[in-house]
């Protein structure tokens, strides 16, 4: 076999296409990734690992004034600095070159695309492969709004790479990214204004989750404006809205969601069809004849965890495993604070559901004075007598909600689940409540 020539090419080093690395790295497969970019991708120093840490930071000195005894504080923004550079390794990707040697895979820097079945170009250079897994992720989307290209606006990339605490912040977007930033920068001095076309934050959440957010950024002092858009956008900056309104700020953060990594990759010619959402794949996220899309990029969950998960179900199948997807436990954090968590389905008018109040539970009472509005609400099928969801906010809700997801994926019964001792003084506690209300109504 030649240096050229690849059992399997994985375009993109993300987390999809790592783990597709570690699973096959063993075998005696011979493997290279293509990247363009950083190896370990969006999660690794744009997204999830900077925005926790800053996140992190930015909660532990606003719990502070729930903690009677304690002195309040701001946070300094040159230790917050340092803790999320630290956490990037200062965007160096050497760690993870590292640890791709280790799993006998070979990187090869540039874009890659699909030069003709069986090769794939990587500038200018030509690579052979039987098997192709396509893990290119997705990148930040950019409305066309009127002015905006004049604007210097930030995207996620900027922001959680910023060393810059701009005195005002205007926020396109009221989802999970838009969010998470939001409430960040207004803790750390920021005057934030969130701008969501939608009727209210969180469009894709349960609405009960969405108005205890809303409701908090509002007590913080964050402008919260929903139900508008921005219509015009002018350096300054300055922004038109629907209403006729105006915002103008220092700096504009554009979180309008994400577009995937899917064209201009030549794949049409192997048979893979691209439709709004990306890469269209089957339930073994085969792509076409010995093509695989797992990750961001097939646009089925935008969720590094989901990414990884699909990774695992693709490598198993290309090595001849007998495997499929199953999306019906789709557990998701929003790290704000405090945390919105979710899994499974959380609407329809099949299913019946009980609500608990965290300030009902004793743990709150324990952890924070005064204390916020949260809660844990389940969602069952009544026929079946077994959860098919649930949502939660509270402090670390998206930790002790994880119970639920093993319990929506094993179809274990409520009344097993009832049985289920959990440990005091825990927020875990409030699932039992729930789950003692929710038989009522089964």
């Not at 590292?98 to 990187?107: G, I």
């Not at 540039?110 to 192709?132: F, I, K, S, T």
């Not at 797992?294 to 989901?306: K, Q, S």
Request: charged share 25%; with cysteine.
């Amino acid at each position: 076999m030649s240096q050229r020539e690849f059992d399997v090419i994985v375009i993109g080093a993300g987390p999809a296409g790592e783990v597709i690395a570690g699973r096959l790295g063993a075998s005696g497969l011979k493997i290279a990734l293509v990247e363009g970019n950083l190896v370990g991708g969006e999660c690794s120093y744009f997204a999830c690992m900077p925005t926790k840490t800053m996140l992190r930071a930015a909660e532990l000195s606003s719990s502070l004034e729930r903690a009677p005894g304690l002195e309040t504080e701001k946070p300094n923004p040159d230790g917050v600095w340092s803790w999320r550079d630290w956490v990037t390794s200062d965007w160096d990707d050497a760690g993870q070159v590292a640890w791709l040697e280790e799993q006998r895979s070979a990187l090869v820097r540039g874009r890659g695309r699909v030069a003709r079945a069986g090769v794939v170009e990587v500038d200018g250079q030509e690579l052979e492969y039987d098997r192709l897994v396509v893990a290119t992720g997705t990148s930040p989307a950019v409305p066309p709004v009127a002015g905006l290209d004049e604007v210097d606006y930030w995207t996620n990339q900027d922001a959680t790479r910023t060393h810059e605490v701009p005195q005002s912040l205007a926020v396109m977007g009221g989802g999970p990214v838009g969010a998470e930033l939001a409430q960040f920068f207004a803790r750390m001095g920021s005057k934030v204004t969130v701008i969501e076309r939608g009727p209210r934050l969180l469009g894709r959440v349960h609405p009960d989750a969405a108005e205890i957010l809303e409701a908090v950024f509002r007590q913080e002092g964050i402008d919260v404006r929903t139900g508008v858009g921005v219509e015009k956008a002018e350096p300054g900056v300055r922004l038109t809205l629907s209403d006729g309104s105006t915002v103008e700020a220092a700096r504009l953060l554009v979180a309008t969601g994400r577009r995937p990594n899917a064209e201009d990759l030549g794949l049409e010619q192997l048979g893979c069809k691209i439709g709004p959402r990306g890469i269209e794949v089957d339930e073994r996220l085969r792509a076409a004849e010995n093509v695989w899309a797992p990750g961001d990029v097939n646009g089925v969950a935008l969720f590094t965890h989901v990414g990884k998960y699909q990774a695992r179900v693709a490598a198993a199948d290309m090595m001849g495993r007998t495997t499929k997807a199953d999306y019906r436990a789709i557990p998701a954090g929003i790290f704000t604070d405090p945390e919105v968590a979710t899994v499974g389905r959380t609407e329809g008018d099949d299913l019946v559901s009980a609500r608990w109040e965290l300030t009902q539970t004793p743990r709150l009472g324990t952890y924070e004075r005064p204390k916020r509005d949260g809660f844990v609400r389940l969602f069952a099928d009544p026929e079946r007598r077994v959860l098919v969801g649930a949502v939660a906010v509270g402090p670390q809700a998206a930790e002790w909600l994880g119970q639920l997801t093993l319990a929506v994926r094993s179809e274990t019964p409520v009344d097993v689940l009832l049985d289920t001792i959990q440990p005091y003084p825990t927020f875990s506690e409030a699932i039992f409540f729930a789950l003692r209300d929710l038989v009522d109504v089964l």
